[in-house]
Structures are given as structure tokens and as C-alpha cells.
């Protein structure tokens, strides 16, 4: 039987490890924070990477629906076709819905750590306060030291991920899924034909002109 207890104590032990470092008390806390930090993040984006490769033919195939749909919609507007461009604009709305929603699902993935976290720092220096707001006397415990350094560690994080062989691979992934879910084609592409056809109805016009005055 797995002894929970044991566990917990073991990573508490893990967890507190970087506090002791022999520096002044301040320092040492933002030191042990940061670290804890640096773990959400490492297993937030593994967390993050794992489901991803669990879900992966569900996202392309999303990709490659919504990209579809919506090289449809254009066609219907090149060729004029109301009816055709209303379904496909639909369904592209929708897939491009659930595109969103599964994007922002993985990445709250990445964010399960940050609980587990909050509540041993809460269990561990829950009435300290690190720092006081001159002229108002709020102190600031591990919650800003805390939600500080992990947004610079996820940004430092992202600059360097490239270089982890696993992360890496995954983002390679992506870039394959992306190249096989297609290429999306631009409003801006119907802007030449746009032009050419106003311009033919100017020159219609222009050439009209003369029979008019004549008449």
C-alpha cells in the first residue's frame, strides 16, 4: 500500500531544500519561490506536451476541418454563391469555436501545478509577510512572490524550450500538424478581383458615357 504520508513528506523535504540556502531570509525566499515556480513550470509544460500527443489527431483533424470550411466560404464569395457562403462561414465559426476552447483547455493543463503549489506555500508561510506597501502597510506574502516569478520563468521558459529535446519534438509536431491541416486563404486574395471587376465596371461606365451624351 502506497504510503501517502511518506510522500508528501518527501516532497515537502524537496520543496523546502532551496529556503536554507545561507543568505540573508529575504533572499532566500524568493530563491525557494522561484524554484517552486520553476517546477510548475517544468511540469506544466510536460503535463501540457503529454496531452497534447494524447489528443493530437483531434486537433489536427479540428485544424484541418476549420481551414477547410472556411478556403470554402472564400470560394463562395469568389463566386458569388450567398447560400454557399453562409453554410461554410457556419461551420467554419464553429470549428474555429472548438479550435479556441481546445487550445485554451491544453493550456490550463499547464497551469495544474500552480494549486498543488499555492496550498504548500500557504501550509509554509502562510502568515509571513515578505514585504510592506509604503504609505498603506499591506504586506505581501508568498502570493506575489510567487505569481511574480512564475510569469517570468513561463516567458524565460518559452525562449528556451526550443532547446529541450523533448519540447522540442513537440513543437516540430505542431509545426507538422499545422502543414497538414493546410493553408488558410486570405481575405486579401479577394482583394485583386475586387479591383479588377470594379475597375471593368468603370470602363463600362466610361464607355457608356459618350452614348448617353450623344443621345
Not at 84 to 95: G, L, P, Q
Amino acid at each position: 500500500m502506497i504510503d501517502t504520508n511518506a510522500i508528501l513528506a518527501v516532497l515537502d523535504t524537496i520543496l523546502i531544500t532551496p529556503y536554507r540556502i545561507p543568505v540573508p531570509a529575504v533572499v532566500a525566499f524568493w530563491f525557494g519561490t522561484a524554484v517552486v515556480a520553476l517546477w510548475c513550470t517544468v511540469a506544466g509544460e510536460i503535463s501540457m506536451s503529454l496531452i497534447y500527443l494524447w489528443n493530437r489527431k483531434y486537433y489536427t483533424d479540428l485544424n484541418q476541418k476549420m481551414t477547410r470550411m472556411h478556403n470554402i466560404s472564400i470560394e463562395a464569395i469568389r463566386h458569388k454563391d450567398k447560400k454557399a457562403y453562409k453554410s461554410a462561414n457556419h461551420w467554419a465559426n464553429e470549428y474555429f469555436g472548438k479550435v479556441f476552447f481546445s487550445h485554451a483547455a491544453l493550456f490550463a493543463v499547464s497551469l495544474w501545478p500552480i494549486a498543488f503549489a499555492l496550498a504548500w506555500l500557504q501550509g509554509r508561510f502562510g502568515n509571513i509577510s515578505i514585504h510592506t506597501v509604503p504609505y498603506i502597510n499591506f504586506g505581501l506574502g508568498y502570493p506575489f512572490v510567487f505569481i511574480l516569478t512564475y510569469i517570468l520563468l513561463r516567458y524565460c521558459f518559452s525562449k528556451i524550450r526550443k532547446f529541450i529535446p523533448f519540447l522540442s519534438k513537440i513543437d516540430k509536431l505542431k509545426e507538422e500538424d499545422a502543414l497538414e491541416a493546410g493553408e488558410m486563404t486570405s481575405w486579401t486574395d479577394l482583394a485583386p478581383e475586387f479591383k479588377k471587376n470594379n475597375a471593368s465596371k468603370q470602363e463600362c461606365l466610361t464607355s457608356q458615357s459618350p452614348l448617353k451624351s450623344n443621345s
